[in-house]
């Protein structure tokens, strides 16, 4: 698993990167400022998000048998897909009805950090 998120790490930070940069250079001027705000949030929760599973991986380094380390890392996937996901195809689409996905991203990042603080506070 360490490997896995390890490289899930990095592949999201690329994106993160890159759609950071999309999102500042391209979008800068075909959306409103509310949307390009919501755009640059999913970025901002995407990046700390691939940090997080390099925080993943290095637990699971530590102790490689705890399934709470590798339920935290999926979960920090599925909040990449949701919290961050979401708010790029709202912004991009100006449906709203996208933002009632995001909270639960929110609760699969938190979740993530909690099931992490606790596979290290039991290893």
């Given at each position: ?60 380094s530590q102790y490689p048998d ?38 639960f991203g929110g609760v699969a990042f938190i979740t ?12």
């Amino acid at each position: 698993m360490m490997k896995f998120f390890s490289i899930a790490g990095c592949i999201n930070a690329v994106l993160a990167v890159v759609l950071g940069a999309f999102g500042a250079h391209a979008l800068r001027t075909r959306l409103s400022n509310e949307l390009l705000s919501a755009f640059q949030t999913g970025v901002q929760y995407h990046f700390y998000h691939a940090l997080g599973l390099f925080a993943v991986a290095f637990v699971a380094s530590q102790y490689p048998d705890t399934t709470l380390v590798k339920w935290s890392g999926w979960l920090m996937l599925t909040g990449i897909v949701l919290f961050s996901g979401s708010l790029y195809v709202l912004s991009l689409s100006g449906v709203r009805g996208f933002g009632a996905i995001t909270p639960f991203g929110g609760v699969a990042f938190i979740t993530a950090w909690i099931l992490l603080t606790v596979a290290i506070a039991k290893a």
